[in-house]
């Protein structure tokens, strides 16, 4: 099989891998959105071992990093386009979530967190008191 180089599409490949393209993005493409009293956030991971997987919070930063390991430098490759490496995204949350109770789940490929509101950031209702002894005012 013959192959001409072409530095200009090797280039394109090399950006398209370091900076992604709309349809494959090199980060971790994310969702996130509000469920009652709960955040949720889900990553795509797809083909992560989940033991490569590490999530570590930091104040009010979560770090989340994978691994997918590189190829057997034996094997000759006929096609390698799936990314490998150390891939990680950090996520910076605002006050009013609770750090402390995130709960974590890696099935088919997505890495769901369920962040909970704090209990100081969630709505509540403030009781109105009043006086039943009447004061006089004089003007």
Known sequence: MLMRTDPFRDLDRLTQQALGTPARPAIMPM??????????????????????????????????????????????????????????????????????????????????LRIPVAEKAKPRKIKIGHSSSRHEINA
């Open 31 to 112: 969702d996130a959105w509000r469920d009652g009293d709960q955040f949720v956030v889900q990553l795509d991971l797809p083909g992560m071992n989940p033991d490569s997987l590490d999530l570590d919070i930091e104040r009010n930063v979560i770090t989340v990093r994978a691994e997918r390991r590189g190829l057997d430098a034996d094997r000759e490759m006929i096609a390698a386009e799936r990314p490998r490496g150390v891939f990680s995204r950090q996520l910076f949350l605002g006050e009013n979530l609770d750090t402390e109770h995130i709960d974590a789940d890696y099935t088919d490929g997505v890495l769901q």
